[in-house]
């Protein structure tokens, strides 16, 4: 069954593009867009079939009796023909007259009146004249609406706004406005989207740096959509972390608001590493090896991912950079890379943090093997349905 078309309603010049697109989709799916295109000065005329003429088959013939047997099966398949392409001409016939109903029913009533006259051709070819905006004016009219995008966010859903975003790319390049070519429209969205996605931005903006064409603009959006589809669901399976202190104190020994110590309000989280963790890049084996754990050995997988977005993304590659600058540092300070490690949590610059971390959502676990006095120590957190403990034999049953 075909789909109705999309109801556009011509009222103004604003509308013009949209709505002769609709009626040229129409006219086209019946095959006579080039009978009613306004943009032909004269009337393609449709002509109707001539019947088949019995002379034309034998000299001095004036009718079928006239012929021999040959010439009788001849002029019956020119007949047969000749039904054919005039049920063809009729039908292209009502096909205009059904335009010219359905151009009526999608004009505004203010401007019914130029639909009075003339057939479906004559009637786009009035509408054209007075609603078509001229080239200019269309440039114009896509500009302001480009810069002004960015600031709509505000009353549309996001996604019409990346929609919107598509629509006004793919008018702008259709009429080579300076404004859409080269990495202009990118850089314009990336500036629109970096207070959304901060990480989105620094990715892609480090890329585009490095390279222009290594991503066309609708690309690019689809990969800022899917990008915020990611969030979105990580930040549905995210569980609530909350740390274990004992008698008020954590780790450390410090209270978590006395004096000399910070808060968790005063510093800055660490989002999840790609390694699984939520720590700061300094304190990750997989791109700090001077701090792995005897014994350790990194997920392949893990180590080609970190390996691809340090080659990929430049602002990745300046904190590595740092952050191994900073253990190597602290490390010609102290007796060992492991000590060098322990010291960053008394660095203001990356935060305090304690060694050992409890999820008191669905399980107790341990991060990092470390001299912090407890360690042997096991924990009993009466929120956690599950506990760990680095010794087995004080487990009873397990």
Not at 20 to 37: G, L, M, P, R
Not at 153 to 164: G, Y
Not at 245 to 261: A, D, I, V
Not at 269 to 288: A, D, L, N
Request: hydrophobic share 30%; with cysteine.
């Amino acid at each position: 069954m075909a789909s109705e078309p999309r109801q556009v309603i011509l009222a103004s010049s604003d509308d013009w593009d949209e709505w002769i697109q609709v009626i040229k989709t129409v006219a086209e799916a019946k095959d006579i867009w080039e009978y009613v295109d306004p943009n032909r000065e004269a009337l393609l005329e449709m002509t109707e079939p001539q019947e088949p003429d019995p002379s034309k088959i034998k000299t001095n013939a004036t009718s079928i009796a006239d012929l021999d047997e040959l010439g009788r099966e001849i002029y019956q398949y020119q007949w047969r023909k000749y039904e054919r392409d005039q049920e063809f001409h009729n039908s292209k016939v009502r096909a205009v007259q059904d335009l010219k109903s359905f151009i009526q029913q999608t004009v505004s009533q203010d401007n019914l009146h130029y639909t009075y006259n003339g057939n479906a051709h004559d009637i786009l070819v009035a509408l054209k004249k007075r609603f078509a905006p001229t080239t200019r004016y269309r440039e114009l009219e896509i500009i302001r609406k480009w810069k002004a995008h960015p600031r709509s966010l505000r009353q549309s859903n996001i996604d019409n706004w990346l929609t919107t975003w598509d629509l006004l790319y793919d008018k702008g390049k259709a009429l080579n406005i300076p404004d859409f070519q080269d990495n202009r429209p990118m850089t314009d969205f990336m500036l629109a989207v970096k207070s959304l996605i901060p990480g989105f931005y620094s990715h892609w903006f480090g890329r585009l740096q490095d390279d222009l064409t290594c991503i066309g603009f609708h690309d690019l959006v689809q990969k800022f959509r899917e990008w915020r589809q990611a969030e979105i669901s990580d930040s549905h399976n995210q569980h609530d972390i909350s740390f274990v202190t004992l008698k008020g104190r954590s780790p450390e020994g410090k209270q978590p608001n006395q004096p000399g110590s910070r808060s968790s309000n005063q510093l800055r989280e660490p989002r999840t590493c790609i390694c699984g963790i939520q720590h700061h890049f300094s304190k990750c084996p997989y791109i700090i090896e001077s701090i792995r754990p005897n014994g350790w050995s990194p997920d392949p997988k893990i180590d080609e991912k970190w390996k691809n977005l340090i080659q990929s993304n430049w602002m990745i590659r300046k904190a590595v950079k740092k952050a191994r600058q900073y253990i190597e540092q602290k490390a010609s300070n102290s007796e060992s890379p492991k000590e060098a490690f322990q010291s960053l949590n008394q660095d203001s610059s990356y935060g305090v943090y304690p060694d050992i971390t409890f999820a008191t959502t669905k399980a107790s676990y341990s991060t990092w093997d470390s001299p912090y006095p407890l360690r042997d120590s096991f924990i009993l957190d009466s929120a956690s349905n599950i506990h760990i403990c680095n010794v087995q034999d004080r487990f009873k049953d397990f």
